[in-house]
């Protein structure tokens, strides 16, 4: 039997390939793992954070985790950014159509459109201390995300009978100081000694809407 005969300064290989540590293969599983996560970055592109529905004519926030300064990066017909460079950052929806705003921490995608159904959720008849909410859809009957909204663009009106404040912190008021929504929910009560029949009336952006309610007498 001939062997194989390696030439002068060559090494001679095994035809077995040797298995490679644990800890080499997981590394290399590692380094794999954060390639691909800076590809989009590596790419010109920033990460996409959320995409939001929005009323036209109103002013948005965007959520605190977009970061500092941010500025349109699409669609500039249907959006304005304040300017700014920290939170919060305010843009402006002022018609209809989708644009993407880009932030410190990546891309904030908003689609505006005009609010086609606006309501005030509630009860008919006020005895005590109820709550009331404010729901907007589109044409198609697809909800905003009304969080989003400023409260500069949220107004409420009631009859001299009620009171309309912003919601309870109760036990933990020390903790939800200036966290206490935008306008979109809010309570209401009939004052002492007061009753009647009217309208409480909340606008958003160019959208307005009315709950006739009833504070009784005895009560």
Do not use: Q
């Not at 009859?159 to 206490?180: I, Q, T």
């Not at 029949?197 to 009315?210: F, L, P």
């Amino acid at each position: 039997m001939v062997r194989p005969r390696c030439l002068p300064g060559a090494t001679r290989r095994s035809g077995r390939r040797r298995p490679r540590p644990a800890a080499a293969v997981g590394g290399g599983l590692a380094r794999r793992a954060c390639v691909l996560a800076l590809l989009p970055w590596l790419a010109g592109c920033h990460p996409l954070l959320g995409e939001h529905r929005v009323p036209a004519g109103v002013s948005v926030v965007l959520p605190v985790r977009g970061g500092g300064a941010c500025r349109v990066h699409e669609g500039g017909d249907a959006l304005r950014v304040e300017p700014g460079d920290s939170p919060p950052v305010y843009v402006e929806a002022t018609r209809a159509g989708r644009g993407v705003v880009r932030c410190e921490n990546g891309d904030i995608a908003l689609v505006v459109a005009p609010i086609a159904r606006l309501t005030v959720k509630g009860p008919g008849v006020i005895k005590g201390d109820v709550e009331l909410e404010v729901e907007a859809l589109t044409a198609r009957g697809e909800p905003f995300d009304l969080d989003l909204v400023s409260s500069r663009s949220v107004a409420w009106s009631h009859p001299d009978f009620l009171a309309v404040n912003p919601p309870r912190c109760g036990h933990m008021a020390a903790v939800c100081s200036g966290f206490l929504g935008n306008g979109i929910r809010v309570r209401a009560y009939p004052l002492h000694e007061r009753w009647g029949e009217g309208d409480i009336v909340v606008r958003v952006g160019h959208a307005r809407a009315s709950l006739r309610v009833v504070a009784p007498r005895e009560r």
